[in-house]
């Protein structure tokens, strides 16, 4: 434990033991003519001893009440903390799903995006310009009224081609 | 002593824990609202919830036009090295270097601190420019719209400007329903940025999606056949209207020259490329307009198709100015003659005894001279003087189709009501807003059905017996008329040689499934006549649009030789009068004539299809680029021409099957 002495090192012996100096005391030499010498602090010429305190000696006496009071200071503090735990839970579980339900709303904000992107590129592929070139890179040609026969129920908007 | 510094430090103590109190109180009771908004201000941001721009749809639900979240790249001219810059980015983005120089330098000179460089990046062009060790390249998300077929409808759909503000077209016109008004909500964010919870601050309203009545496919065989047409004429523009009669639908409206509603204009631009030749440029519509006269004089006066009406030997002589028939020594025609030969002569006749009022009355129930309505922001309502300024030979004019101007729309709202039985119909463009139908207009009455009946039957006359040759179709009857009117050089003030060719028309035409009108601005000589420029693209229009609406043949099926023999008699070469002067009225559409016969060239021969089912039969005569006309069911018995005999180009094959 520190002591005073300890704390300000201003003792007279080391920390090993209880040294009683026998030397004289160092004088304090001031240059009274320095006019920028700091004026000393009170109590500065004082000086503390530290002593080392043997209490190996002491025995703790037996309370047997000890242990129960012990235990119930853990319990209420385990009692204390699940309080807390449990009041601070919801709002952990709060944020943890806060974080997920807003990473998913970008992401579906993201696929919203990219259908969109898809419906143009869609688009592009089914424009009739490019059916047309395709139809003519295989050597097809628009059928004339009354050419198609549907065997079977057409698809709505779907273009026939007939083979040239 | 001790007790007494004691007091004082317990005081002061006291009074440290009082002023803490104090605070806490203050801080959280008395100000605790006020705290709590600037801890959510500090702690939340507001973000824009996206409200796209309504997409535009075609009646079968193919996409026109979508807005989809792009990247564009900005620099700021004002604080960039421009030669180094344009160097950079000009190979990043594949653009050019002169150019995009150019524009850096005018936005410098301009202090203009915001350039884009180049709008709808690719993703790899994204991750080229973040490669970059510059900081002046800004990649900004935009909402951009994109017309996926290009040039396809582009008069028709409009364009935006760089904002999303519709500037043309139904984008202009229907901007207010189009446009989304983005939402807001705000969202809690932990101290790395990361959304913890959102809350709607203000509800995002997407742009209302719009179906048009087009059909995609249509449209594109318009835009196709009338490009092809004015080039092959070189003509300076032309336009094509293909309207459902009965519902006044607008199937297809194409226009030409045309451009691409994805680019920004650019200065070198052809400033006719963005006009709607369909609906925005009236011009004079010449003898398609005989066929409002003779409607009116059906309605009005006691004459019928068989009346005799006395051309005068094909000269007219009014006050100041004569009018002549091509067809010179036209003494007396029936009234459906009239129509078939396009007799000038003949129609001022019939329009002098229909008289002025009464002209002027039907000619605005027609619907000429007024807007049709549709949803268009720069429709034409044509150009009609009132009656009270018409002159001494405006009603002669007026009664071929001159001292008028019209839009092709407003032929095809005029023509449909001949097809529909006498219903004046507004063309519809908007088929559905959203998910709710648009309503229809309330159609009109402006001719009696025997009226309209006894016109389409003479007008199916001009294409069997008359002008209108070039537009006819195996397998339907077609009504129609055809139309030369010469082009007035206000500068030389006398009409030129330069014609407004048009084929106004329908099929079939006892249950006309489709309307359709063909103009041809510019053109010159005899082939840019109607009969000769316009009735063709009339033609495959129509053949697209029957194939399309499904709709069943009312002829039987004329075999190929004997449509071609028939056509050879009745072919006559164009007659030239000879007779020119600069102000004499010339409609030589009268000299239109039936198409040659072609000399029929050797073919494959027909396969075997006996024995065969039907599908095996079809798909046989796909495979060999074959037209079959099957007839029962199961399997196939009899074939005409035979197998092994040789086929002639067109010539189809009947294939009856039996059980």
């Given at each position: 434990m520190a002591t005073l002495p300890t704390f300000f090192r201003k003792t007279d012996g080391g920390p090993g033991g209880p040294q009683v100096s026998a030397a004289p005391k160092p004088e304090v030499v001031r240059a009274k003519q320095d006019p920028f010498q700091l004026r000393p602090l009170p109590l500065e010429d004082v000086f503390f001893q530290s002593k080392a305190i043997d209490n190996t000696r002491l025995v703790r006496e037996s309370d047997p009440r000890a242990g129960g009071r012990c235990w119930s200071a853990i319990g209420a503090a385990c009692l204390a903390l699940a309080l807390c735990a449990a009041g601070l839970a919801p709002r952990m579980a709060n944020r943890i799903e806060g974080y997920k339900l807003e990473g998913i709303k970008n992401e579906e904000r993201r696929l919203v995006d990219q259908r969109r992107a898809l419906q143009l590129q869609e688009a592009e592929l089914l424009g009739p310009r490019q059916l047309e070139q395709i139809a003519k890179d295989r050597n097809l040609a628009p059928p004339s009224p009354g050419q198609v026969v549907n065997l079977e129920p057409r698809s709505e908007g779907a273009m026939a081609m007939a083979k040239q | 002593m001790v007790d007494r510094r004691l007091a004082w430090l317990a005081g002061i103590g006291f009074i440290w824990i009082a002023a803490i109190l104090c605070g806490l109180i203050r801080l959280q009771v008395v100000r605790h609202a006020e705290l709590a908004r600037m801890a959510q201000a500090r702690q939340e941001t507001a973000r824009e919830i996206a409200a796209p721009r309504g997409a535009i749809f075609d009646r079968t639900g193919q996409p026109l036009a979508l807005s989809v979240p792009g990247k564009s790249v900005y620099i700021n001219p004002l604080k960039v090295d421009i030669d180094a810059a344009s160097d950079l980015l000009s190979r990043v983005f594949h653009l050019d270097r002169a150019e995009l120089r150019a524009r850096m330098s005018q936005a410098r000179e301009r202090h203009r601190g915001d350039l884009p460089v180049k709008r709808r990046i690719t993703d790899e062009e994204q991750q080229l420019a973040a490669r970059?060790?510059?900081?002046?390249?800004d990649v900004r998300e935009e909402k951009q719209r994109h017309y996926p077929n290009g040039t396809l409808a582009a008069h028709l759909l409009g364009s935006v400007d760089f904002a999303e503000n519709g500037n043309a077209g139904i984008e202009k016109a229907l901007d207010r329903e189009l446009r989304g008004a983005p939402g807001k909500s705000m969202v809690l964010q932990d101290v790395q940025g990361r959304p913890i919870d959102s809350r709607l601050a203000a509800e995002a309203k997407p742009g209302e999606p719009l179906t048009l009545t087009i059909d995609e496919r249509l449209q594109y065989v318009a835009e196709r056949e009338i490009a092809a047409a004015v080039e092959a004429h070189g003509a300076a523009s032309g336009s094509v209207v293909a309207m459902d009669?009965?519902?006044?639908?607008?199937?297809a409206m194409a226009s030409y020259p045309t451009y691409d509603p994805n680019l920004p204009p650019g200065p070198d631009d052809n400033p006719a490329a963005r006009m709607d030749h369909a609906a925005s440029v009236p011009f004079e519509p010449g003898s398609v307009f005989k066929v409002i006269t003779l409607s009116a004089a059906l309605e009005t006066t006691?004459?019928?198709?068989?009346s005799s009406i006395d051309c005068h030997g094909g000269v007219l002589r009014l006050p100041g100015r004569v009018i002549h028939d091509s067809h010179l020594g036209n003494g007396r025609l029936q009234m459906q003659e009239v129509l078939w030969k396009s007799s000038n002569v003949g129609a001022i006749e019939i329009g002098l005894r229909v008289g002025q009022e009464n002209m002027y009355e039907y000619v605005r129930r027609f619907?000429?001279?007024?807007?049709?309505?549709?949803?268009?922001?720069?429709e034409s309502p044509g150009r009609f003087r009132r009656l009270e300024r018409w002159g001494k030979t405006s009603l002669a004019s007026v009664s071929f189709g001159q001292e008028i101007s019209v839009t092709t729309l407003q032929l095809a709202q005029a023509a449909s009501a001949v097809a529909n039985g006498g219903l004046l119909v507004r063309p519809r463009l908007i088929l559905k807003k959203g998910s709710q139908a648009a309503p229809a207009g309330k159609p009109a009455r402006i001719l009696k059905p025997e009226t309209a009946i006894t016109m389409r039957r003479m007008m199916e006359g001009v294409v069997t017996n008359g002008t209108g040759s070039k537009a006819r179709l195996a397998g339907y009857s077609v009504g129609g008329k055809t139309g030369s009117a010469q082009i007035y050089d206000y500068a030389a003030r006398c009409y030129t040689h330069t014609y407004n060719g048009s084929f106004m028309g329908f099929a079939p035409s006892m249950n006309p499934a489709v309307v359709v009108v063909v103009t041809l601005n510019g053109t010159h000589g005899e082939a840019g006549f109607g009969g000769q420029a316009a009735a063709p693209v009339f033609k495959a229009v129509v053949s697209e649009a029957l194939r399309i609406l499904d709709v069943p043949k009312d002829l039987p099926e004329e075999p190929a030789k004997v449509f071609l023999a028939k056509a050879a008699v009745t072919d006559a070469p164009p007659v030239d009068s000879g007779y020119r002067q600069a102000n004499i009225l010339d409609d030589r559409d009268d000299d239109d004539a039936p198409g040659a016969a072609q000399p029929a060239t050797p073919g494959p021969k027909a396969p075997n299809f006996r024995g065969m089912t039907q599908r095996a039969v079809l798909s046989e005569a796909f495979s060999k680029g074959l037209v079959v006309l099957t007839e029962g069911s199961?399997?196939?018995?009899?074939?005409?021409?035979?197998?092994g005999a040789p086929l002639r180009e067109g010539e189809r094959i009947s294939v009856v099957f039996t059980r």
């Open positions: - | 970059q060790p510059v900081g002046y390249i009669p009965n519902t006044g639908e607008v199937l006691n004459l019928q198709p068989e619907g000429f001279g007024q807007r049709t309505g549709i949803p268009l922001p720069a199961g399997l196939a018995s009899a074939q005409d021409p035979p197998p």
